[in-house]
């Protein structure tokens, strides 16, 4: 055996029904699994479905047989986090699809061996090493056979040549390059072998209950970083095990098991985003830009942004040191700024503040000062870390008109500053308006996931059609609940964000000087409100007889243009379709680029109380600035205050001049009463 082959054996598990274990036929055998931490067992979906009903309930409902040095013992494992789970957990969907993954929480192995997961993807032709038990010889055992890939993506990994034998699904898979499980055996197709990659497995964080398997990935880190501290032989663990195969790497297998190590037992981090911030900050220094880095990935755990920055040093440095060490510290020194104060963790930061200081006494001035300036002795750092901060980006949804099919092409993409774009997702075919919500949830998630940094959350700017101004955007969930008991689920868009809507269609236009006075004028204040559409007194001899009317269009129109700087229209009523939408292209027209209106039906009951609580809003808000989040707040009181119904169907307009153009497709002609600004 090789040395990875000698460490993985004893983190195999054999997966059955409980109390089935010890039968030495395997007829309760079910499959394979494996440790990657004390307490984790990771196997795949099909294997454990095996149980039935009661595995599905998050009952303790899987048997798992492992060894304790020389003792085999059995714990029962309870399923936490399965992807794809079953629509009925009665019927067993075959096939199972993609990644078919189960995640079982083992309490009482505290002693487990466990395997070392890959921080890269494998090499598309690497040798590998399949692990399993298996009765296909007859008697149940391990089973372990070597081959090379023959195609990697982000779905599946291919052998040709070497294939799972029956029962080794959910056993690991071994990159003998790198010396760590880079996947997992799921089955066979005709003649190749499929293994799930660990990529495929980073949708497991925003499933339900992704919280367990951000628990698991830091005590794999802390299990290897103990492991590698008390063993003494050499090539007993996995770290001195990669140690032997050398190979080029910019750190060494010892400094990168420190580092996760002692990345994993601080304060976890709250998004993705507040991760790529410090990305962001360590890249610029190396760089010596203040351009941030259009790159953009989605890492959930300290450990997974250090690994983007793995070697990276600024091209005109000429100081000695470790040339791989330069962004790493760094940006560790960003993350114990950043955590310094915040409860929760296992870790010493002190002690992990110290080790940083120490290897970057070796490296250049330029690195030593910036790391000293962020958590030098005198004692900033936890000041540092309350400092205040703004969220990452914001993020901007575009959504063009249909041509002919009624299907609406989209965008989302992140807003830095008000002014840089970066593209995340796309579809120019579009869907139809039924199914934006459907399309856009998860697109959008991933998106505000990356705009987030810490406590401070991105805003949504939707830049859409005029016939779309009435969709509900604040009141979308993005997440589903949790479980049966959280029957609202979590906050929606606009209780929990500033959402506001922009105007397709004169983003595509060199802004119009009208345009440009007023959101001037309501960037200074005071903010004030007029009618979108006004009623006005009719023929009559007196204030008695006369009769009240909508005014004209041409009315709105020149009441609208000759309004002062800083007055916001405000409608009752929706503005997608008929008179409002004649008013709301009107009041564009007129450059104004605010605008508060009421979504769905036109014979809303509370519009006088509507209208007094706009003008106190604006005049609280003050400028166009201020007027986002108290209109989030309003929201948010909702669920509790049934004085502010009406806050639930609010609408913003807040439209700036100088945001990047929209790049969509060409508009159809203006609507009925539109007037093209």
């Not at 507040?274 to 755990?301: C, G, H, K, Q, Y």
């Not at 006369?546 to 009523?573: D, F, H, I, K, S």
């Amino acid at each position: 055996m090789s040395a990875f082959d000698a460490l993985v054996r004893p983190a195999l598990v054999r997966i059955g029904a409980p109390d089935g274990g010890y039968d030495p036929h395997g007829g309760q055998f079910w499959g394979t699994g494996f440790f990657i931490a004390p307490g984790w067992v990771l196997t795949c979906a099909h294997v454990v479905a095996e149980g039935g009903g009661e595995v599905w309930r998050k009952k303790p409902a899987v048997g798992i047989t492992w060894q304790d040095g020389k003792r085999t013992r059995q714990s029962i494992g309870t399923v936490v986090l399965a992807l794809p789970r079953p629509e009925d957990p009665g019927v067993r969907p075959e096939p199972w699809g993609f990644p078919d993954v189960a995640l079982v929480r083992v309490p009482g192995t505290l002693k487990a061996s466990c395997v070392r997961l890959a921080e890269r993807p494998p090499a598309r032709t690497t040798e590998v090493g399949l692990h399993g038990w298996s009765r296909e010889t007859g008697e149940l055992g391990i089973r372990q056979v070597h081959g090379r890939l023959t195609g990697v993506d982000a779905r599946a990994l291919v052998t040709e040549g070497v294939l799972p034998v029956e029962g080794c699904s959910g056993g690991p898979v071994v990159d003998d390059l790198q010396g760590a499980v880079i996947g997992f055996n799921k089955g066979r197709w005709s003649d190749q072998g499929a293994l799930v990659p660990l990529a495929a497995l980073r949708c497991l964080h925003d499933a339900p209950g992704g919280r367990f398997w951000a628990e698991a990935l830091r005590d794999h880190d802390r299990h290897h970083l103990d492991h590698y501290l008390q063993s003494l032989d050499y090539g007993s663990d996995w770290t001195r095990a990669q140690q032997q195969l050398g190979g080029p790497h910019p750190l060494s297998p010892q400094l990168r098991t420190r580092l996760r190590g002692q990345l994993s037992a601080l304060p976890a981090p709250i998004n993705a985003g507040e991760i790529m911030d410090l990305v962001d900050r360590v890249r610029a220094w190396i760089r010596n830009s203040a351009t941030p880095d259009a790159f953009e990935d989605d890492p959930r755990t300290w450990s997974e942004g250090a690994a983007l920055l793995y070697g990276l040093r600024a091209p005109d440095r000429t100081d000695p040191g470790d040339p791989g060490l330069d962004a790493v510290l760094l940006y560790a020194a960003h993350v114990v700024r950043r955590v310094s104060g915040r409860p929760g963790g296992v870790g010493d930061v002190t002690a992990f503040r110290d080790w940083i200081i120490d290897l970057a006494a070796d490296a250049g001035p330029y690195l030593r000062r910036e790391i000293d300036d962020l958590i030098g002795s005198n004692g900033s750092a936890a000041l540092a870390g309350a400092r205040e901060r703004r969220a990452r980006a914001d993020v901007l949804l575009e959504i063009d008109t249909p041509r002919w099919d009624r299907r609406y092409p989209w965008r989302v993409k992140l807003l830095r500053d008000g002014h840089m774009v970066t593209p995340l997702k796309g579809d120019d075919r579009g869907v139809e308006r039924a199914r934006l919500k459907e399309t856009l949830r998860g697109p959008l998630a991933e998106a505000l996931r990356l705009g987030d940094n810490g406590p401070h959350l991105a805003s949504v700017e939707a830049v859409l059609p005029r016939e779309l101004f009435d969709e509900p955007l604040d009141t979308w969930r993005l997440e589903p609940p949790e479980g049966p008991d959280e029957e609202q689920g979590p906050l929606t868009l606009g209780q929990r964000r500033i959402v506001v809507i922009r105007d397709a269609r004169r983003h595509g236009k060199e802004p119009s000087a009208e345009w440009r006075e007023r959101w001037e004028a309501g960037e200074r204040g005071p903010l004030r409100a007029t009618p979108l559409r006004a009623e006005v007194a009719g023929a009559g001899s007196d204030a008695h007889t006369a009769r009240v009317r909508r005014e004209t269009l041409e009315e709105t129109r020149e009441r609208l243009r000759r309004a002062e700087g800083g007055t916001v229209p405000v409608y009752c009523g929706p503005v997608g379709s008929g008179d409002g939408l004649m008013a709301m292209n009107a009041a564009l027209a007129a450059g104004h680029p605010l605008a508060l209106w009421r979504t769905g039906a036109h014979d809303h009951t509370d519009c006088a109380a509507f209208h007094v609580e706009a003008d106190w809003l604006l005049a609280d808000a003050r400028t166009a600035h201020g007027l986002g989040e108290p209109i989030r707040s309003l929201r948010a009181l909702v669920p509790e205050r049934a004085d502010l119904a009406w806050a639930e169907t609010i609408a913003v307009l807040y439209d700036p001049p100088d945001r990047p153009p929209a790049a969509g497709r060409l508009e159809p002609p203006p609507l009925l009463g539109e007037e093209d600004p």
